[in-house]
């Protein structure tokens, strides 16, 4: 058994947007990674795909890793609070928290940015990962001398340099990044691990969602690059959370190769 499969055995695992992209793939790798002895709480508005990626999961490592799916939308406050308070006895030990959920809406510019769109992306992105991480953060405070558990933020690279078309998501993001920082120094005397890994461009349906279901539009994001795929993120997930106690991957931006910067990008033409 690898260390990682160790550290990892016998781990509560609460993933936010566990039914799509990065959220998806990294249940998977959890569940690769670790197949004699895990508990994995898997959280997004489709509960059909969560059903779908247990038995997936069930299917390929067996028994050993269990499944619990968990209808929760992130925009709704008390119903974050009520589904973790309401966890079954032996899946409340939350050990590690992916904040992963999200979503962009749309490329307007300002002063044409649709109020609603506003809403449900900073509903979702930032106070809806706010109150989870409250939330979870009362169990993991109670654990040890001093509390203990891994809280891990997906960020984004819009979250550090803001582009056109993107100012309020780039907004979330970069008030999830101040969060996670300020969060880890109020930690400091706990062995709460606080750590934030930032993608660039990841193929996943976060284009068609930008997009409102356009796939023509979403396609032509990706035209001429090559993305990230989520599993490439999942993969650092994984290994950040299976690090010795003692070592914190704070902060982590990842890139496919074409790619500098938000804006930056290789395409071939
Ligand atoms: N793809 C990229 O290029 C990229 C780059 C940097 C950062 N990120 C970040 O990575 C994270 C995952 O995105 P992704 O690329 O994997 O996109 P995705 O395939 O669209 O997945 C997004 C996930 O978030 C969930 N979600 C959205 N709104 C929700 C809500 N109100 N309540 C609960 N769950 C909600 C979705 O589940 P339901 O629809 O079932 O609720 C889905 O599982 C996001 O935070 C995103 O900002 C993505």
Partial sequence: MSSLSKRLSGKTILITGASSGIGRSTALEFARSSPD???????????????????????????????????????????????????????????????????VKGVAKAPEINAADIDVMFATNVTGLITMTQEVMKIMTKRGESGQGDIIMIGSIAGREGYPGGSIYCATKAAVRTFTDALRRELIATRIRVMEIDPGQVETEFSLVRFGGDKD????????????????????????AGRRENVVIADTLIFPNHQAAATVMHRKS
């Fill in 37 to 103: 002895s895990l508990r994995l709480i898997l959280a997004a508005r489709r509960l059909d795909s969560l059903k779908t990626l247990a038995s997936d999961i069930g299917t390929e490592v067996g028994n050993g890793v269990q499944c619990l799916p968990l209808q929760l939308d992130m925009s709704k406050h008390d119903d974050i609070v009520s589904a973790i308070q309401n966890l079954p006895a032996e899946w409340k030990n939350i050990d590690v928290l992916v904040n992963n959920a999200g979503l």
């Fill in 217 to 240: 539009k979403a396609d032509a994001v990706y035209k001429g690059v090559e993305p990230l795929t989520p599993d490439d993120i999942a993969e650092v997930i994984v290994f950040t």
